[in-house]
């Protein structure tokens, strides 16, 4: 066996062999364009059954549905997307602002604490068993369908979690860090902001960022129920006129969305904790 | 030789559990005293006494540093700085911001950095921090690793920062919990002997007449390196003559061992045959475990020095 034959062998047998950062690009691109042509098949295929079907629309009629949600309506003069775009993330921003907020006021007391930890950390276990899905109900009653009642559902489900993380990662750092802090001189409040608060900062931004995709699920299942504008909205009304090629693309819309807020949060993690994409802990 | 630091009958417990019994000891100035036990004997409760992060159950720690007044601790201060074997340095800042820390956390105020920002004082002042902490690690050795984070560093590298993060606050006492524990031999020994020039830098204020600027208690379950690093060594142990003293069950460790010790310059080579009496005097007292040691018979320290038996800034005392 060759050199190139063998280290290729070793590459797809080997566990967890490195491969080149050309490679991995080439094999993560090569699992998109596979998606894509599995999709243009199933469609070529599906129109070949049903020449007017909107099940799997062709390219062709997902450029149309792009149009359509970018177009301005005749009646309104309002385009789809921009209003959609404008209802969801504002929703978004307003909830997770409101969810990190509580959370990190609460996670810190807890972790600084030990009364507040008494305090509140079963009644933190208690809500972090409740689906946020099935808490809408009470929200819908106390709130009704604005904004409030989104923020809510959207804080009541990311509060549990980021306030877990930040109690739990200020109960890990090594009491001999606080201690030595005060040997220097630190007051309490030089502990708490200068000293615990940033060994937690890089888990805070990861924890936010892997709670952004529940807060958009929360938020999505309240636009689908009672939702008149919204991502949400958008989906169920056109899924129910089987007009797929509007919907698709707004599935797109919102995957694009969670990677770019992935990535972002990612460079703000960079920028704020070297020390910690370097590998400290 | 002008006393800085006196533990008075201290005792020390947490739940049922009895850790120190009737700690008594008087360190003067300038001494490096090496602190010895077997593990789990309460060699870092005492220290955590020193420093004012536990507070004795009965019996006082005091420190007088102007020959005057005696305050008793209560509380950690930047004048007891820790060195501990984890290191303790902070991983979100570099070698040169942990050195700096204390200086920006004990000379200043949150308002007072704020209010800096603005008038553009609060720069100016954090020049000189970083300037003075760079100075430090320069001359630890570190003037390659000033910007490197601490996982960057080797173990050693890491203790010398550590113990450059406490000696920038001028502390009068420093206190090393197990410092060198962790490192491979050769480490160890480049650590110790960074001990000794500050030990030297002592008895050259001293001939001056000046205060000693560094005392140090290293508390280490090494024999050698507490006799090596050490003017005096000290041994904590359970096992001493509590029966006698009508005690039913043992009431805590207590110092059982106190001696003077040879003094070596940081050149010198460390002969072990020099001290090996000492080192096992040591090894049966105090970490023997099977002898009803009687501690007045072995803790002779400040007898030895009025004997003139003492070395370094001991001997003229």
Redesign the interface.
């Known amino acids: 066996m060759t050199t190139k034959r063998f280290l290729l062998f070793r590459c797809l047998t080997g566990i967890r062999v490195p491969i080149s950062r050309k490679a991995t690009w080439a094999i993560g691109t090569s699992s998109i364009l596979l998606l894509l042509v599995l999709y243009t098949w199933l469609s070529i295929h599906q129109h070949k059954i049903n020449s007017t079907d909107t099940t799997i629309p062709t390219w062709m009629q997902m450029g149309e549905g792009i149009s359509k949600a970018f177009a301005a309506q005749l009646r309104t003069g309002d385009r789809w997307i921009i209003e959609d775009v404008l209802a969801t993330f504002s929703r978004l921003g307003f909830g997770l602002g409101i969810g990190v907020f509580i959370a990190f006021a609460l996670g810190m007391s807890m972790g600084v604490w030990r009364w507040m930890e008494a305090f509140f950390l079963p009644i933190l276990s208690l809500f972090a068993k409740i689906p946020p899905t099935a808490m809408m109900a009470v929200f819908f009653t106390l709130f009704g369908t604005e904004l409030k009642m989104y923020g809510a559902i959207i804080a009541f489900g990311v509060i549990p979690t980021l306030a877990q993380t930040i109690y739990l990662g200020l109960k890990d750092i090594?009491p001999?860090?606080i201690?030595?802090?005060?040997?220097?001189?630190?007051?309490t409040?030089?502990i708490i902001f200068?000293?615990m608060f940033?060994?937690i900062?890089p888990k805070l931004l990861d924890a936010i960022r892997l709670q952004i995709g529940p807060a958009m699920v929360f938020l999505i299942a309240a636009e689908v129920l009672v939702g008149d504008v919204g991502f949400g909205y958008r989906i169920r009304l056109q899924s129910r006129l089987l007009n797929m090629n509007v919907v698709y693309p707004y599935l797109a819309y919102l995957a694009l969305f969670g990677f770019g807020m992935d990535t972002g949060m990612q460079w703000i993690q960079r920028k704020l904790?070297p020390?910690?994409v370097?590998?400290?802990? | 030789m002008k006393l800085i630091l006196g533990v008075s009958n201290a005792s020390f417990q947490v739940g049922d559990q009895h850790i120190l019994h009737g700690v008594d000891f008087k360190i003067g100035r300038g001494q490096i005293v090496g602190v010895l036990g077997a593990s789990g004997c309460g060699k870092t409760s005492l220290l955590n006494l020193i420093a004012g992060i536990t507070r004795p159950t009965s019996g006082i720690v005091s420190v007088n540093y102007d020959g005057q007044e005696e305050i008793e601790v209560k509380e950690p201060g930047p004048d007891r700085g820790i060195v501990y074997q984890a290191y303790g340095l902070y991983p979100f800042l570099t070698s040169l911001e942990n050195v700096a820390l204390g200086p920006k956390l004990h000379l200043t105020t949150i308002p007072r950095r704020m209010w800096g920002r603005v008038t553009g004082s609060w720069r100016r002042m954090r020049r000189e921090h970083l300037k003075h902490a760079e100075e430090l690690l320069v001359r630890f050795g570190l003037g390659d690793a000033v910007r490197k984070y601490p996982h960057e560093l080797s173990g050693g590298m890491r203790q010398r920062v550590a113990i450059a993060q406490a000696l920038i606050m001028h502390p009068q006492i420093l206190l090393l919990d197990e410092p060198f524990g962790a490192l491979d031999e050769a480490t160890r020994e480049d650590l110790q002997r960074m001990l000794l020039v500050l030990y030297e830098e002592n008895i050259q204020a001293v001939g001056q007449g000046k205060p000693a600027p560094h005392t140090i208690l290293l508390v280490t379950h090494a024999i050698s390196e507490a006799i090596f690093v050490g003017d005096r060594v000290m041994g904590l142990s359970r096992y001493w003559n509590w029966e006698e003293q009508g005690f039913s069950s043992c009431p805590g460790a207590t110092v059982v061992y106190d001696k003077v010790a040879p003094v070596f310059k940081p050149t010198d080579s460390a002969d072990f045959e020099k001290f090996s009496g000492q080192k096992n005097e040591i090894a049966r007292l105090v970490f023997g475990g099977n002898v009803n040691v009687r501690p007045q018979d072995h803790c002779t320290f400040w007898s030895q020095v009025h004997a003139n038996h003492g070395h370094g800034v001991t001997r003229d005392a």
Do not use: V
């Open positions: 090594a001999e860090r201690d030595k802090a005060r040997t220097l001189g630190a007051s409040t030089e200068w000293i940033p060994q900062l904790c020390w910690y370097k590998g400290g802990a």
